[in-house]
């Protein structure tokens, strides 16, 4: 480290962090409530505070100052002064060294200690007594960066929504068992944009990969203490640096390298990101960065009691995001991955909360403002999922256009549907059409609705056919976290099997279930590893399984292989079809073709479904056409412009069923059949097919047969 000046210049209050301008490093923060804000520097080993610097100046709340010599690689902190009435919200302790909050990169790991409390621990005035002890040797600290990166000819594949599929995966799971990646590269960004990796994704025709938490991520000490790690990433430590573990050379540009060449292979990349709340739980926790520099503005406390923090997240407390200095921070951190790294989109975990004021969820909250307005921003694929466990937490189809929506009643009515249960027909119906009943309004398109069988929240599709009911007792927590009801079956064991016909059905279903996602409109989601029929033992709550209860087992198996195989032609049917991805919600008012309409029902007679064939609850036979013009509009006088037509035929039942195909009479193509997955795409010579039990076909034909026409 060079040699540095004992003293700041008064520097600016902008931008938020440490800039480095090639002379020195101007350092601003903001905190409401401080009196005084010392910036602590460090040696090259983060071990011991060579120097405390109080920032010299406060501009609108913003404590600033301007450090000459400094470069690039500079390991610092923050202790913040101010009163310490937890009764106020008020929880400042300069014995504590807090992370900078627009830190951009960390430096070393936090080891917990009690003396990361701001309270001291087992005392009985709890966190209304004051610890002096200092926090520094347990934590990590910031570093100052250099985001400076040639970006080439980079351009990101901006695929339009009706044409993107997202693969979700665990960045370090993903990759942390392929013998084909160099080992220092697995588990890491330079492993997931890896040649093998990315080839893998282009087979399935993958379009966008969803990361689960890319943030630094604070390993809890209650999951410490029972040997286990968070494993999904939902705790952030900071909303601007990444997690060093994900870093195989520890360098920020490695992950700048893998989106550019997963942009050169086509795929974007989607970062889940938790903005709703952070590690420092409630009131009893650490204090590590947020907490110290202003608790009361930064976390969304109860009225008339500030010593309470309001908790609509279930992690201990909820990120304040009315105050407009907070929703800077998000709107800065969103800015930054979207600017210096050149990601594509978002994913936002408990949306709803993101969405809260005074009163409630708001779709026309600030948060959605700013982004909505936002010209960086507002042009990325930004996905919401629709909840939180506070009052009237449950949003899905009201967040506002521009977003789609993880669509859980998909997930919930396929499931139901493919296992059997009574009167599922009609709701299977919507959830086959973007579920136009929550998202047809507003003018939104059906991309809103992101369609998954599976998520990284739930059983995996292999567990969902083998596991009735869920196997957590490695979480430590008796079996009693994790959904309750998964909707799914064992179909005669529980877990693994090795009988013929229990593995028969368990394929039959799973590939059942893939046609439907790939064939149903809205924006299809794999979960990583479901393409080859991954397991997680059972465990529908792996957050804190880091181990291989939750990494993708890559081994070649002739199911696996097969699995991929029939995954990826349905995926090449969904790019081949437009009916199949529809841009626009379809209702049944236009005819492409006369006697045609854009979109029927049929039962297994190949009669229009009436309102009795709906309301059977025995029913188990669903029949979707589905009718498009292909190709530009004409100009008058022009041939007409073909139209294409799709046919879905569904059968949950356990018996085969002879289904006759609807009129008018059509030259059908079976391009797919779940049954008989390795069957080439055929002609039809016969009004009616076979579609055999917990099956489910896919066909395809041109204009009608001229005589038919005529």
Known sequence: MPLLPDWLLPGRPDPLGASWDGLGVNFAVFSAHATQVDLCLFDAAGRREVARLPLPECTDEVFHGYLPEARPGLIYGFRVHGPYQPEHGHRFNPHKLLLDPYGKQLHGALRWSDALYGHRLGTPRGDLSFDR????????????????????????????????????????????????????????????????????????????????????????????????????????????????????????????????????????????????????????GPTLSWRGLDNASYYRLVPGEERRNIDETGCGNTVNLSHPRVLQMVMDSLRYWATAFRVDGFRFDLASTLGRE????????????????????????????????????????????????????YRDGVRRYWRGDAGMRPDLAARLTAS???????????????????????????????????????????????????????????????????????????????LTLFASHGTPMLLGGDEFGRSQRGNNNAYCQDNSVSWLDWTATPEGEALIAFTAR????????????????????????????????????????????????????????????????????????????????????????????????????????????????????????IVAARAARLLAAGPPRQEQAA
């Open 133 to 284: 002890r200092d926090s520094a040797a347990a934590m990590p600290k910031s570093v100052v960066v250099d985001d400076a990166f040639n970006w080439g000819d980079d351009r990101p594949p901006s695929v339009p929504w009706d044409r993107t599929l997202i693969y979700e995966t665990h960045l370090r799971g993903l990759t942390i068992q392929r013998d084909d990646i160099a080992p220092r590269e697995r588990g890491s960004f330079a492993g997931l944009a890896s040649p093998p990796m990315i080839a893998h994704l282009q087979r399935l025709g993958v379009t966008a990969v969803e990361l689960l938490p890319v943030h630094a991520i604070c390993q809890d000490r209650f999951l410490v203490e029972r040997k286990l790690r968070n494993y999904w990433g939902y705790s952030t430590l900071s909303f601007f640096a990444p997690e060093p573990a994900y870093l195989s050379t520890g360098a920020l540009d490695e992950i700048r390298v893998a989106i550019r060449r997963l942009h050169a292979a086509g795929i974007e990349v989607i970062l889940d990101v938790v903005y709703n709340h952070t590690c420092e739980g409630d009131a009893l």
């Open 358 to 409: 005074g009163h409630g969820f708001d779709p026309g909250s600030g948060f959605f403002d700013a982004i909505r307005q936002d010209p960086v921003l507002s042009r990325l694929k930004l996905i919401a999922e629709p909840w939180d466990i506070g009052p009237g937490g449950y949003q899905l189809g009201a967040h506002p256009p521009g977003f789609s929506e993880w669509n859980d009643r």
């Open 436 to 514: 136009g009943d929550l998202f047809d309004r507003r003018r939104r398109r059906p991309w809103a609705s992101v369609n998954f069988l599976a998520a990284h929240d739930g059983f995996t599709l292999q567990d969902l056919v083998s596991f009735t009911e869920r196997h957590n007792q490695a979480n430590g927590e008796g079996n009693r976290d994790g959904h309750g009801e998964n909707f799914s079956g064992n179909w005669g064991v529980e877990g693994p099997s090795t009988d013929p016909a229990i593995r028969e059905t368990r394929a039959r279903l799973k590939r059942a279930m893939l």
């Open 570 to 689: 349905a995926a090449e049917l969904r790019r081949r079809f437009a009916s199949l991805r529809s841009a626009v919600f379809l209702h049944g008012y236009t005819e492409p073709l006369p006697g045609l309409r854009d979109i029927g029902w049929f039962g297994a007679d190949g009669q229009p479904m009436t309102p009795e064939a709906w309301n059977d609850p025995a029913g188990r036979v669903l029949v979707l056409r589905r009718a498009v013009p292909v190709g530009d509009t004409p100009r008058r006088g022009a041939a007409a412009t073909p139209v294409e037509v799709t046919l879905l035929v569904l059968n949950a039942g356990d018996q085969p069923c002879e289904v006759t195909l609807p009129e008018p009479g059509l030259p059908w193509i079976s391009l797919l059949d779940s049954a008989a997955p390795e069957a080439p795409e055929a002609a039809l010579d016969r009004p009616t097919i």
